[in-house]
Nanobody, 122 residues
């Protein structure tokens, strides 16, 4: 069992940056593949990026590739999502998830956080 709590969301202007934090309790993040998803109003939840169980492989949605970066700090039991060059279309609730494999399919993830709102204003 693992509990995930996201933080770091907020309001930022277009072109700005934010770093989201996912703090885990219970089992360590090193035991799971970790991912970030997001859900905009009126839209389905979508994959943003994932980090393999080893932490050595990351995958990203095409829409964020080159702008977002996922890292982990196993000593702090924390996963981060660094978001740069933010656009209005990045506005969404961002969720942290833990599972057995880094995949774009949300069904692979067992544990989810409650989400943190990111709003990008133009």
């Amino acid at each position: 069992q693992v509990q995930l709590v996201e933080s770091g969301g907020g309001l930022v202007q277009t072109g700005g940056s934010l770093r989201l934090t996912c703090a885990a309790s219970g089992r360590t993040v090193g035991n799971y593949a970790m991912a970030w998803f997001r859900q905009a109003p009126g839209k389905e939840r979508e994959f943003v990026g994932g980090l393999s169980l080893s932490g050595r492989r990351s995958i990203y949605a095409d829409s964020v590739k080159g702008r977002f970066d996922i890292t982990s700090d196993n000593a702090k039991n924390t996963v981060y999502l660094q978001m740069n060059s933010l656009r209005s279309e990045d506005t969404a609730v961002y969720y942290c998830a833990a599972g057995r494999a880094a995949t774009m399919d949300e069904r692979a993830y067992v544990y989810w956080g409650q989400g943190t709102q990111v709003t990008v204003s133009s």
